[in-house]
């Protein structure tokens, strides 16, 4: 019985306003886990910009060592306002999902009942589709480099590298997942075959490939800046959403606009034989740092998903019915920060006494 399991989950706080929504979604976890007995054990870590500050670490080898060794990783925000940008991001996050070998990105684009959309007349039965980006290769795998850096013969190269392996993976499972979410049955590969011939050949190939393994499954294709287009237009034709690393990284960001913004949108990093990583996509926030002030749904959404990857369907669904619930009562203002008309603490507490 997983019942009987007691789950070991990093926290990582991070940066910013990381801790404070990391805080309320620990209380809603808490909540959630005594009312189903589900047994855990939370041990902190104190990465991110002011340990860097102080001790000049950013993550050591000993702790992605004992990183491995969790059931889950439960993660705030990376990034400072005093740390030139790219040390954190690259030394932190990307290599927690590249040494983890997080190869998947999970990112839902769910519009929630009485959550204001940019798109006019778009309703919530328009908005509901996932993300699948391939989180481990691309243009982020750090191939290239500089020649002559400096002088008016500078070359600058930054190379998407994408291998057999890689992307069959992540097909793989983009059609998994698709199947097992059993809506429509559809998945768009995004890619842009007509100017990256060499990338989204071998992405294409193998998606159709992969396609006969999965008959049940409807095939599409768009390329990405068409996929930008039907976002906005007609969202309600996509199921799932299947791209590479730099692509989807961007197309994430427009599905958090239509969802409601980055105080709702949250995200995995999974791991399917390990250990996966889930965090709000917003970032650290530093102007709204420490005010209590910040939307922690994100924060509180990811950590449903992190229930849902480990089995924990039904705590997951209680999250979630919980955060639809306040949304719907009216009692939330905005979701932008600064503007809901409740804390941050206000919105923990409210969902860890309704879940
Ligand atoms: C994200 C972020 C990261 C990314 C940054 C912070 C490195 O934008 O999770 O989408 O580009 O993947
Ligand atoms: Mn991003």
Avoid at 71 to 87: F, Q, R, T, W
Wanted: include cysteine.
């Amino acid at each position: 019985m997983r019942s009987s399991k007691s789950y070991k989950i990093a926290v990582i706080p991070g940066d910013g306003t990381g801790p404070e929504v990391v805080k309320e979604g620990v209380k809603v976890l808490k909540a959630v886990a005594a009312s189903l007995s589900i047994k855990y054990e939370l041990v902190n870590y104190d990465l991110g910009g002011e340990r860097y500050k102080k001790t000049g670490e950013i993550l050591p080898d000993s702790v992605l060592k004992e990183l491995k060794k969790f059931d889950s990783i439960y993660l705030g925000a990376i990034g400072h306002p005093e740390v030139k940008p790219g040390i954190l991001e690259k030394g932190i996050l990307l290599r927690m999902r590249f040494e983890l070998d997080q190869y998947i990105n999970l990112r839902p684009v769910k519009l929630y009942p009485n959550v204001p959309c940019p798109l006019r007349d778009k309703k919530p039965k328009d908005i509901d589709f996932v993300v699948v980006r391939e989180n481990t290769e691309g243009l982020y795998s750090g191939g290239g480099g500089f020649l002559k850096k400096g002088t008016s013969d500078e070359v600058a190269i930054q190379e998407s590298i994408n291998t057999r392996k890689g992307v069959e993976r992540c097909l793989r499972y983009a059609f998994q997942y698709t199947l097992k979410r059993n809506k429509v049955r559809k998945l768009t590969l995004c890619g842009k075959t007509n100017v990256l011939t060499y990338a989204f050949d071998l992405w294409e190939r193998t998606f159709h490939e992969l396609a006969k393994e999965f008959p049940k499954i409807k095939t599409d294709y768009a390329h990405v800046d068409a996929t930008c287009m039907w976002m906005v237009k007609n969202p309600e034709w996509f199921d799932v959403i299947v791209t590479d690393n730099m692509f989807g990284d961007i197309i994430t960001d427009l599905g958090a606009m239509i969802q409601g913004g980055m105080g709702i949108a949250a995200g995995g990093n999974i791991n399917p034989e390990g250990v996966s990583m889930f965090e709000p996509i917003g970032g650290s926030a530093p102007k709204y740092t420490g005010k209590n002030v910040i939307n922690p749904l994100a924060a509180i959404c990811a950590g449903g998903m992190m229930l849902e990857t480990l089995g924990e369907e039904k705590a997951a669904q209680r999250v979630e019915a919980a955060v639809i619930k306040l949304l719907e009562s009216g009692k939330l203002k905005s979701l932008d920060a600064g503007k809901m008309g409740m804390s941050t603490s206000e919105i923990g507490d409210w969902l860890a006494a309704n879940v």
